[in-house]
């Protein structure tokens, strides 16, 4: 289908661009790689009246190490995410999930705070930005603000993100020595969607877990962080034996939410092997280093 | 510049031509390659960007092109299926394809040697599993993939067997 | 005829390298059974492609469609004042304004007793009868500003209770979708067995089982296109059309249009795939030949990926219950089956929505002896989408339940699945065989493909690595399908039934002035090689090089009339037409050159574009200096008969029903019984499609056919929920195979030729498509057969092994 008719204006400046978001408010949609939003356009899902391409905002586009925290600007695009090694060693979920996003001529087009914003729950980007308790900076006219990512993903398609504002960028601190990662997704065909997906990170004290964060995604209305299986976790020796009772702690982490091939109960049991596999995984990259 | 258009004026190079246009805010850079500048062989498969049969080159990296709206391309370096023939660097693997009968009905094709042909830049020959992974976000419903598999793979030994 | 039999010549290419280079010149002048490249493929691939929506020019408006949303309702009201007035709105109608010029069409095959069916009108009048069926045309200068119209109509709508199950569809007190039929049973076909009732109860073994395959469709990566201009100073239709079946839609067109057969020109230029998808009439597609004509400009329908999902016919939707008896040595004594097929709103036109369900009935344990047969099929229908042929035409449903049966057999019964099957092949001696069902059966060679497959897969070693890995918790499965494939059609399928669907296919061959040879057939070409079969056939027979020929398809004011591409009757027909013609025309130029040299036309032949002397080979004239003195200076031409250089020929298979092929596919995957995931890792098939004029493209056919089998099973679903409504319509939702999940597939071929015609081939196209399923059902049954469970149904999700394996979801 054809996209319906919508005026388009590329700013370029963060100040033009506020201008904009003030001026038509919620009759404007911000366009960044459009990996989302043009086919919800051409699939006539949404019609805005303006769109407003940020993508010559140049100073979005970037990735440093500031005060050994990393910045990653909003519009850098998933195959640069995928091949850096600033990303790789700040953010390692980050690019663990990279290689599942779509295939490559959509990530040549699509960003990092396009994904972000759009928060569609069964995208890899928001839950490892959740993941790694990354900071959101978002920016309007009036200002500057910091959002946890805790605090950031609300719901489908649904972020703290105010009407005027946008993303500017995710900031990311040095992680601790010792962290372990573990990223794993099912998914129908490589590149679809995930079924559901989690990410971890862990550490510690020889045998120990001294932290342990978990992330699961693709299986409510936003990325959950875990409660009851991470706490259970904490302070153990993790072995078998743990991780069966653990699982059976999902059920207060996650109230699930089906999809077109899957009900709640499959998705349920799904995350949960992948919950043991990923643990297995873990106490063996533990034990191997 | 800070206004907001239904029609905008764009400058870009397509194929090697700098091209002017006036194009209608909500049109994508698909149709207008191929309404436009008659340029036909990115095809439209779902306007989804599910399908791949409308990927091209935008500034050397592959995209899809109904997820790019033609004021989007404003600035930038177009290469279709049609000037990456014409400069003869997918010579090699468009004799593969026909080798190998990598095509049938042809809707999927030339998105596909696009894709494909990315691979030939590599120095080593890549695994039929990286190569079906390269191509994996093109359908193809003719072929079953292999004969197109078969024709990267055929490019590579034919270099190897030439050396 | 016997003079084609080297076909020892028929060297496979190897599956990734080629020894020898196609690209080489070939100097040789016999092609048939050589894998010759297609030379379109450089055309195609580098954009040069001409497929409808590359045709365009100001003058040309687009149609859009205002469709229902309904499965069920009655249009009240419809305002479209407000869509005119949008910019660029040329013309807004309803059924009412074209009908003058299309009239209502009925999908009937008389020669089907007791099928029922109503006509239909290219866009709904009171009701509609399916989600996306269309109410309304929008014509305007562009696409984008047809569809900004088009949501500016209203209509107004009373919801109907849809009838969306089909085994409620046939209850009493079932609504009534075509009360004036009297039911909602389209048509249906009993075969009855005495005592069969005793067979089952006193054999040995029996096994049962219900299967389900869900409804989906072709999913064509060129959505369905047709461009149509109407010149009404001289009451001319042409038609750009991307059709498998341009001949069939020009007798369509001329008779629903009025316009006289000669008048009508249909064109199929490159066809972005079909698979059966584009042989139907669609109301859509009737509704812009009703513009061209009313408002005299060209009109362009494109159908968007989204209408595509919801007014493509869909195919494939069936529940088999099933069951086989088998003696305690394993031989089959009986089959029971009892098939509902749900079908759409309305029977397709003009092929109907039941060969799906002939076929079934037909072919359900057709590979095997089988010596009671009792079946009954029957055609329901719903309030969805029109429904009919997909590639391989009823014979994978057929398949999976024969094979599943066996394999169900082969473990009650403790013999090995690949045994099981040897034992049971129709005996090769007792060919032609008639079955209890009906069709002929002119010669197989079953057990020999066998052989040939369990030798190709390693098989033993095979079942030993399996046998290993599951011991290590690796569950890996083999699955067998023997398959059966109808091909070269008769009249039987339609044209005894009063279709106008051609069973005969005709061919000129020109021989040009400078001696190049100019072809044209009835068949056509969309991808799977028919030009380039064409032209090794009269290559061959004419003894000149593959380049020296071209052919031309799908122009109905060039080609003569015949069948079209479908039934996998291209070669086998409209190549055996090519080849007579070829032949045909062989013969009068060496009597031309026998009158002109005073020469035994005996000893004559044609080599390298000479007449040569047979044996000693001295090349007596070459074919552009014969056309020369043909054309240009009659007057050196001897005899008083013309010479005739434009020869047409046409042939018609009229032994069989159909020309059966035999197949068998073997599926080797490994299932992740805890997230129901499968692993495909090799597939393979052998195949005999009697003589195969060029190996490469039967290869690549078979291929393309097992991964849409494949997608099937794992895949593919039109999923309908309780209101009829489509739910997965598009390409996020309406999962098709990607090449990263697909295995390699290795082919190997047996030969039987079919004897009614002097080339032997049999046709090939389908040939992937019907085992693929079956082969993976069967693979994931065997993989999962330590646990006890058995799947029935495709496609085969996750969510679906899942639910069988695991106890929270056994209530």
């Known amino acids: 289908m054809k996209s319906p008719s919508f005026r388009y204006v590329r700013p370029d400046s963060i100040e033009a661009t506020f201008e904009l978001l003030d001026r038509y408010g919620d009759d404007a949609k911000i366009l960044a790689g459009g990996q989302s939003l043009l086919p919800s356009l051409n699939m006539r899902l949404s019609a805005p009246e303006v769109l407003i391409d940020i993508s010559q905002l140049n100073e979005l586009k970037q990735i440093k190490d500031v005060n050994n925290e990393l910045h990653v600007g909003a519009l850098v695009r998933h195959c640069e995410v995928e091949s850096s090694s600033l990303i790789a060693s700040y953010a390692p979920l980050l690019s663990m999930a990279m290689p599942h996003v779509a295939h490559r001529a959509v990530r040549s087009r699509g960003t990092f705070g396009g994904s972000i914003a759009f928060a569609d729950a069964a995208s890899e980007t928001p839950a490892m930005v959740l993941a790694h308790d990354a900071t959101l900076v978002v920016r309007s006219s009036i200002g500057e603000r910091l959002i946890t990512a805790d605090n950031f993903f609300l719901g489908l398609y649904e972020t703290a993100l105010k009407p005027h504002e946008i993303l500017i960028r995710a900031e990311f601190k040095k992680p601790a020595l010792g962290e372990k990662y573990i990223f794993k997704e099912i998914a129908r065909r490589k590149g679809d969607y995930a079924t559901v997906g989690l990410g971890i990170r862990a550490r510690f004290k020889k045998k120990v877990c001294s932290e342990m964060r978990i992330i699961y995604f693709a299986i409510a209305d936003k990325p959950i962080v875990s409660s009851a299986v991470s706490d259970y976790l904490l302070d153990k020796e993790i072995n078998a034996e743990f991780i069966d009772q653990a699982l059976s702690y999902i059920d207060d982490d996650i109230q699930p939410f089906g999809d077109t091939y899957h009900d709640e109960l499959t998705k349920m049991h799904l995350m949960k092997i992948l919950l043991k596999r990923s643990l297995i995984e873990l106490i063996e990259v533990n034990r191997d280093e | 510049m800070n206004e907001p258009l239904e029609i905008i004026n764009i400058k870009l190079t397509v194929n090697g031509f700098i091209v002017n246009a006036a194009v209608a805010a909500r049109k994508h850079l698909v149709d207008f390659l191929r309404e436009d500048l008659g340029l036909t062989g990115a095809h439209l498969g779902c306007e989804h960007g599910i399908c791949g049969a409308c990927t091209i080159l935008m500034n050397g990296e592959l995209v899809r092109g109904c997820l790019v709206l033609a004021a989007q391309a404003n600035g930038s370096v177009i290469e279709t299926v049609e000037g990456a023939c014409e400069s003869g660097r997918l010579n090699q693997l468009v004799d593969a394809f026909q080798a190998c009968n990598a095509a049938q009905c042809g809707f999927c094709s030339p998105a596909m040697l696009l894709t494909a042909g990315e691979l030939l830049t590599r120095s080593t020959k890549p695994s039929r599993e990286e190569i079906r992974e390269q191509i994996s976000g093109n359908y193809c419903r003719c072929t079953g993939y292999q004969a197109i598999v078969n024709a990267v793979e055929f490019c590579f030994d034919e270099v190897a067997s030439n050396e | ?811």
């Open chain 3, 1 to 811: 005829m016997l003079m084609l039999l080297n076909f020892a010549l028929m060297k496979l290419p190897q599956m990734s390298k080629h020894k020898h280079n196609p690209l080489i010149e070939m100097d040789s002048s016999s092609y048939i059974g050589k894998s010759i490249p297609r030379k379109e493929i450089r055309r195609l691939i580098s954009g040069q492609g001409t497929y409808v929506d590359d045709i365009q020019g100001s003058k040309i408006a687009h149609v859009v469609f205002v469709r229902s949303p309904y499965a069920h309702a009655k249009i009240l009201n419809i305002d479209f004042e407000l869509a005119k007035t949008y910019p660029g709105v040329i013309e807004i109608v309803k059924e009412s304004d074209i009908s003058q010029y299309c009239q209502p069409y009925q999908g009937l095959l008389k020669h089907l007793e007791g099928m029922k069916a109503v006509f239909q009108t290219p866009l709904a009048v009171d009701k509609v009868y399916w989600h996306g069926h269309p109410v309304i045309a929008v014509v305007a200068e562009t696409r984008a500003q047809a569809e900004d119209a088009a949501e500016l109509v209203t209509i107004d709508w009373e919801e109907l209770p849809p009838v969306v199950n089909e085994e409620e569809a046939l209850l009493k007190d079932s609504p009534l979708i075509h009360p004036e039929l009297g039911s909602n049973l389209c048509w249906e076909r009993k075969i009855d067995c005495e005592g069969i009732e005793e067979i089952f109860n006193s054999a040995h073994t029996v096994v049962e089982e219900n299967f389900t395959t869900s409804r989906h469709t072709h999913v064509t990566l060129e959505p369905r296109s047709i461009l149509a201009d109407y010149r009404s100073s001289d009451n001319q239709l042409i038609i750009t059309h991307s059709t498998q079946v341009p001949h069939m839609m020009h007798w369509v067109v001329s008779h629903l249009f009025s316009i006289p057969e000669s008048q009508v020109r249909i064109i199929a230029p490159d066809v972005g795939g079909s698979f059966g998808l584009k042989i139907h009439v669609y109301g859509d597609e009737m509704t812009a030949i009703a513009l061209a004509i009313k408002l005299k400009r060209p009109i362009k329908f494109i159908a968007d990926r989204l209408e595509s999902f919801l007014s493509d016919y869909h195919s494939r939707d069936h529940r088999v219950w099933a069951r086989m008896a088998f003696s305690e040595d394993g031989k089959i004594q009986a089959i029971e089956m009892d098939d509902l097929q749900s079908m759409g709103a309305f029977t397709g036109y003009p092929r109907g929505s039941v060969n799906e369900a002939r076929q079934i009935i037909n072919l359900v344990g057709g590979a095997y002896d089988v010596p009671h047969y009792k079946a009954r099929t029957r055609v329901a229908y719903q309030n969805k989408s029109m429904y009919g042929q997909y590639r391989s035409v009823g014979h994978p449903v057929a398949c999976l339940v024969t094979e599943g049966l066996m394999d169900r057999g082969a473990q009650s019964l403790g013999i090995d699945p690949a045994k099981l099957r040897q034992i049971n092949y129709i005996p090769q001696n007792s060919f032609p065989k008639k079955l209890k069902s009906g069709p002929t059966i002119e010669n197989l060679s079953q057990h020999e493909a066998l052989d040939r497959l369990l030798e190709m897969m390693g098989y033993l070693d095979l079942r030993s690595e399996q046998k290993a890995l599951r011991e290590k918790g690796i569950y890996r499965g083999i699955g067998f399908a023997s398959f059966l494939e109808m091909s070269n059609p008769s009249s039987n399928t339609y044209g005894r039934g009063g279709v106008s669907i051609a069973a005969q296919d005709a061919s000129t061959v020109r021989l040009m002035p400078d001696g190049t040879l100019f072809c044209t057939a009835s068949i056509n070409e969309f991808g799977q090689g028919a030009a380039t079969i064409a032209a090794q056939i009269v290559a061959d027979v004419l003894g000149v090089s593959f380049d020296r020929v071209r052919v031309s398809l799908g122009d109905t004011d060039i080609a003569p009339f015949g069948g079209d591409n479908w039934g996998s009757r291209g070669t086998g027909i409209g190549g055996e037409a090519i080849y007579q013609t070829a032949l045909a025309l062989k013969n009068n130029i060496l009597d031309i050159a026998s009158q002109l040299f005073t020469l035994d036309i005996a000893k004559l032949g044609i080599s390298k574009s000479y007449v040569i002397k047979l044996g000693v080979g001295t090349q007596i004239i070459s074919l552009e200096d014969l056309a020369r003195i043909v054309y240009f200076q009659p007057e050196k031409y001897p005899s008083k008969k013309a010479p005739e250089l434009s020869v047409t020929r046409s042939y018609a298979q009229k032994t069989y029903d159909g020309i059966c092929t035999n197949g068998i596919q073997a599926s080797y995957l490994e299932v992740d019984p805890e997230i129901g995931e499968i692993k495909l890792l090799k597939h393979w098939v052998v195949e005999d499609c009697g003589v195969a004029i060029n190996p490469l493209l039967i290869d690549e056919q078979i291929r393309g056919g097992v991964i849409q089998g494949i997608g099937a099973a794992l895949y593919e679903h039109c999923i309908y929920n309780e209101d009829g409504q489509l739910t997965n319509g598009n390409f996020m939702d309406y999962l098709v195979p990607m090449a990263f999940e697909m295995p390699d597939i290795e082919i190997a071929h047996t030969c039987t030729p079919t004897k009614t015609s002097n080339l032997g081939a049999k046709g090939a196209g389908e040939a992937g498509v019907a085992g693929a399923s079956a082969a993976v059902l069967n693979a994931v049954n065997d993989a999962l057969s330590v646990f006890n469970v058995h799947l029935n149904a495709i496609p085969i999700t996750p969510q679906n092994i899942i639910r069988k394996l695991y106890k929270f979801y056994k209530e």
